[in-house]
């Protein structure tokens, strides 16, 4: 027994050994891969830069929608501006969805409505301005085509 227990003793301190050498922050024996320990403060760096990377291209996105948002109610309130301008007219016919028709001005500043264009008058135009060329839209607003010199 006495030879068991010299087997067993084991010289190194036991604060310096461990039973799981592959837990350990460092290489635990001479023929061990090299280990550098990680550098936290750049791997932070990379990450911080690479979120505010991504963030501001999504923020960009979302800024360039707005604009197409902004330009597209902009175009509605032009339409929907002209179209009340246009219903204001002396309009003496039914206007079909779809089909172009050309707003003037006359002498007493009254607006009319014609479906005759200012290059399709035969004797010259009757009326004092062209104002625009408009195609009545499905939403019974009207897209302006063509403006005049004059516009509303």
Same mark, same amino acid.
């Given at each position: 027994m006495a $030879? $068991?227990?010299?087997?067993?003793?084991?010289?190194i301190d036991k604060d310096k050994i461990t039973e799981s050498p592959h837990n350990l922050p460092y290489a635990h024996n001479v023929g061990s891969a090299i280990i550098f320990p990680d550098d936290k403060d750049r791997i932070k760096s990379n990450a911080m830069s690479a979120m505010v990377e991504q963030t501001n291209l999504q923020m960009k996105q979302? *800024?360039?929608q707005m604009e197409l948002l902004v330009k597209q109610a902009n175009t509605l309130k032009e339409r929907v501006s002209f179209s009340e301008k %246009? *219903? +204001?007219?002396? %309009? +003496?016919? @039914?206007p079909i969805t779809g089909h172009t028709y050309h707003l003037y001005e006359k002498e007493d500043g009254e607006y009319v409505m014609s479906m005759i264009g200012p290059k399709e008058w035969a004797r +010259?135009? @009757?009326?004092e301005k062209f104002i625009v060329t408009a195609r009545l839209m499905g939403d019974h607003t009207w897209e302006v085509l063509e403006k005049g010199d004059d516009e509303i």
């Open positions: $030879e $068991e227990k010299k087997r067993k003793f084991n010289p979302i *800024y360039d %246009i *219903y +204001g007219a002396d %309009i +003496g016919f @039914k +010259g135009c @009757k009326y």
